[in-house]
């Protein structure tokens, strides 16, 4: 038995937002302009990326639940999938609006589509690939004829310059200024969802991709936090907004502030975990790069893009960049929806044939752990 992607769709929500207009919609802090915005930018060679927010008001359009729940919405609206007819409605995501109930049950209850099993997966941009796994696994167990798998986040909700404001009033007389490991996400995370249908058969006439296999590996047992939201880094253990007496503290603090630690990234993230993860991953599944017609790399930054280039090369993943696919500069960093959004944008380019091979890497920072997909494209 075999397990293949049918339909992808995806949602980014209101108008693209160019460079010159991010802070329009994002506000300034302290009603004071970013003094590291263009730098980052630069460097990350993102040009426009969408955000959940009315440009005119501030105000948030959408939530995650909301987001994805559009998303899924457009797969039914395109003729790939029967919202009543699911078996299993996985949904993975590293910004859920709530802490209970999970976030599949807020999209189930969006849809308000017929009773199916649902499943959560948490994480940074591995929580989609956990929610794919899931649906395979059990589309080949027989457990499911027909899955709908979700990856969405809304980091938004946590750059806006409202959410910043205890800090700001915190300081007083003097002038607030962001940490820059938290303005270095602020101008690089964007809004989005994305949904796929996984089944037993490929759709007739027209490409579907087979699931070859999924790997995932976690490198949280050699290697300290890295990017984190509720909580606040003391020495490189992590203390826990559950953890704070001083309720009031919590937004003072910034325990609800995204951060990124940069010098643990740097360190870690490529000659360590990418490095070990597609070296072990070339071995185990015996990887060749003639054998692969395209790799898509979730980047977070193209500042990245050579160093992921080259240690990919050098553990014997030898794709041509020519073969790489990314859609990072226009359409952002949108987390656990970014990959689906690229699979989306590739298939529905018509460039995938029919055999073709898809090798997708998926980096996640929060502790460093890596996702990879193989896929083949099959005509029916």
């Given at each position: 038995m075999h397990a293949y992607i049918t339909g992808l769709s995806t949602f980014l929500p209101n108008a693209p937002v160019t460079n010159p207009e991010i802070e329009n919609v994002l506000g300034l802090i302290g009603g004071r302009p970013s003094r590291a915005k263009e730098l980052i930018l630069k460097r990350n060679g993102i040009t426009s990326r969408h955000y959940a927010i009315d440009p005119a008001?501030?105000?948030?359009?959408?939530?995650?639940?909301?987001?994805?729940?559009?998303?899924?919405?457009?797969?039914?609206?395109?003729?790939k999938v029967d919202l009543n007819a699911i078996d299993l409605l996985a949904c993975g995501t590293s910004s859920p609006d709530l802490l209970?109930?999970?976030?599949?049950?807020?999209?189930?209850?969006?849809?308000?589509?017929?009773?199916?099993?649902?499943?959560?997966t948490a994480g940074v941009c591995c929580s989609s690939?956990?929610?794919?796994?899931?649906?395979?696994?059990?589309?080949?167990?027989?457990?499911?004829?027909?899955?709908?798998?979700?990856?969405?986040?809304?980091?938004s909700a946590a750059f806006h310059a409202r959410r910043f404001q205890p800090q700001v009033e915190a300081c007083g007389d003097k002038p607030f200024v962001l940490n820059f490991?938290?303005?270095?996400?602020?101008?690089?995370?964007?809004?989005?969802?994305?949904?796929?249908?996984?089944?037993?058969?490929?759709?007739?006439?027209t490409i579907s991709l087979r699931i070859d296999w999924i790997d995932l590996i976690s490198y949280a047992g050699q290697l300290e936090t890295c990017m984190y939201g509720g909580g606040v880094k003391q020495d490189g253990a992590m203390r826990t907004w559950r953890e704070e007496t001083d309720l009031k503290s919590l937004h003072r603090r910034?325990?609800?502030?995204?951060?990124q630690d940069l010098e643990i990234l740097m360190k870690n993230m490529i000659p360590v975990a990418f490095k070990q993860s597609v070296e072990r991953i070339v071995a185990r599944r015996e990887l060749a790069g003639e054998r692969i017609e395209w790799m898509?790399?979730?980047?977070?930054?193209l500042l990245f893009e050579q160093?992921?280039?080259?240690?990919?090369?050098?553990?014997?993943?030898?794709?041509?960049?020519?073969?790489?696919f990314t859609n990072l500069a226009y359409k952002g960093n949108t987390g656990a929806a970014s990959m689906f959004i690229i699979l989306e944008e590739l298939l529905s380019s018509g460039r995938v044939k029919d055999g073709d091979r898809i090798v997708c890497t998926i980096p996640e920072s929060g502790r460093f752990a890596f996702g990879y997909i193989h896929l083949t494209a099959v005509a029916s």
């Amino acid at each position: 038995m075999h397990a293949y992607i049918t339909g992808l769709s995806t949602f980014l929500p209101n108008a693209p937002v160019t460079n010159p207009e991010i802070e329009n919609v994002l506000g300034l802090i302290g009603g004071r302009p970013s003094r590291a915005k263009e730098l980052i930018l630069k460097r990350n060679g993102i040009t426009s990326r969408h955000y959940a927010i009315d440009p005119a008001t501030g105000r948030q359009t959408h939530n995650n639940a909301q987001l994805t729940a559009e998303a899924v919405r457009r797969l039914a609206a395109g003729g790939k999938v029967d919202l009543n007819a699911i078996d299993l409605l996985a949904c993975g995501t590293s910004s859920p609006d709530l802490l209970i109930p999970s976030h599949a049950a807020m999209v189930h209850g969006e849809l308000g589509c017929a009773p199916c099993e649902i499943a959560s997966t948490a994480g940074v941009c591995c929580s989609s690939i956990n929610a794919l796994k899931y649906a395979y696994t059990s589309v080949l167990a027989g457990a499911s004829c027909r899955a709908v798998v979700t990856g969405s986040d809304l980091p938004s909700a946590a750059f806006h310059a409202r959410r910043f404001q205890p800090q700001v009033e915190a300081c007083g007389d003097k002038p607030f200024v962001l940490n820059f490991e938290q303005e270095f996400l602020r101008w690089m995370l964007s809004d989005g969802a994305a949904a796929l249908v996984v089944e037993r058969q490929p759709r007739p006439g027209t490409i579907s991709l087979r699931i070859d296999w999924i790997d995932l590996i976690s490198y949280a047992g050699q290697l300290e936090t890295c990017m984190y939201g509720g909580g606040v880094k003391q020495d490189g253990a992590m203390r826990t907004w559950r953890e704070e007496t001083d309720l009031k503290s919590l937004h003072r603090r910034g325990y609800f502030n995204l951060t990124q630690d940069l010098e643990i990234l740097m360190k870690n993230m490529i000659p360590v975990a990418f490095k070990q993860s597609v070296e072990r991953i070339v071995a185990r599944r015996e990887l060749a790069g003639e054998r692969i017609e395209w790799m898509l790399p979730h980047l977070s930054s193209l500042l990245f893009e050579q160093a992921v280039h080259d240690t990919a090369i050098a553990a014997g993943l030898i794709v041509p960049k020519e073969r790489w696919f990314t859609n990072l500069a226009y359409k952002g960093n949108t987390g656990a929806a970014s990959m689906f959004i690229i699979l989306e944008e590739l298939l529905s380019s018509g460039r995938v044939k029919d055999g073709d091979r898809i090798v997708c890497t998926i980096p996640e920072s929060g502790r460093f752990a890596f996702g990879y997909i193989h896929l083949t494209a099959v005509a029916s």
